[in-house]
């Protein structure tokens, strides 16, 4: 199969991908999204004949726009624009987790520092406040008390960008000093680890340590419920562990990255990640050789 790379920057896990690919034979190109021009009727050149794209754009914003026009041009896209809108709002994100009934953390959102204040106290301290976009834990507060809030909020109001002006409020979950991150392809596990840190947040890209985690069947099926409520594909699920003893789903990402998984666990992520996308894209192509 021929294979588009969208990229913006090429990290260690699209060097992965692409070194797999290519040794399967595939053709790959990379497509560097910053010098696309991308037409309402024609797509660029790099395009052409490409069998499926795969999107690894770093920025949100591109990665929105570029996938819609990939599939604008009817070329398969991974993972499809319905999917990433959905996994790049924390917003949306919660509220198909809540609809398809995926334990996830209790969510407000509010669109004035007066309403988010409120939403704040309604869960008292400590509880969390998010930007509904963002990645790699940045701007994440634990806000432990009122005055806290108050300069948080104060923050957010006259930083101007539009996010800022939607506050998501999350009950802070009494967890353990870690939490899940499981690689799934269209609710399927891959692989899972457990990343732990001494700090609230346990995100591997803060220094968090990483250690494989051995799923087990409540895991398996939230996994594929989260898979199948923001609309499958090639997915990370976090997830952390309850007082009471069971999971929440706390976000679910579309432009994984999975090097610290890899390292992790004793599975070749990028190779079962490339046996998923071939599971899913040769059967099409051989169907449309049989048709001609």
């Not at 052409?48 to 041009?73: K, N």
């Not at 250690?211 to 069947?217: P, Q, R, T, V």
């Amino acid at each position: 199969m021929k294979v588009g790379l969208l990229y913006s920057r090429i990290r260690r896990d699209e060097k992965l991908l692409l070194a797999e690919l290519r040794e399967r034979d595939h053709e790959v190109v990379k497509i560097d999204v910053r010098k696309q021009q991308f037409d309402l009727h024609d797509a660029p050149e790099s395009f052409d004949g490409l069998d499926v794209v795969l999107d690894r754009c770093m920025a949100t914003s591109r990665s929105l726009y570029a996938t819609q026009f990939c599939e604008a041009y009817g070329i398969p896209v991974v993972n499809a624009a319905e999917t990433a809108e959905v996994c790049a709002d924390k917003a949306k994100t919660s509220l198909a987790l809540a609809n398809a009934g995926v334990p996830t953390p209790e969510t407000k959102v509010a669109f004035t520092t007066d309403a988010a204040l409120s939403a704040i106290e309604s869960f008292g301290y400590p509880c969390v406040l998010k930007p509904v976009v963002g990645s790699w834990g940045r701007l994440l507060a634990k806000v432990e008390s009122r005055s806290a809030a108050e300069a948080i909020l104060e923050h957010k109001a006259t930083l101007g960008h539009y996010e800022h002006s939607v506050f998501y409020v999350q009950e802070f979950v009494g967890k353990p000093d870690r939490d899940l991150r499981v690689l799934a392809t269209d609710g399927e596990p891959v692989a899972a680890m457990a990343r732990s840190s001494d700090h609230w947040l346990t995100n591997a890209a803060k220094g968090a340590e990483t250690a494989e985690f051995d799923l087990d069947d409540e895991v398996r099926e939230l996994v594929q419920r989260a898979s199948d409520a923001v609309g499958g594909g090639l997915l990370g699920v976090d997830l952390m562990e309850t007082d009471e003893g069971g999971y929440t789903v706390h976000e679910v990402n579309h432009t994984v990255e999975f090097k610290s998984l890899n390292d992790a666990t004793a599975v070749d992520v990028p190779a079962k990640v490339v046996d998923w996308l071939e599971s899913v894209v040769e059967p099409g192509l051989e169907a449309a050789e049989v048709t001609a």
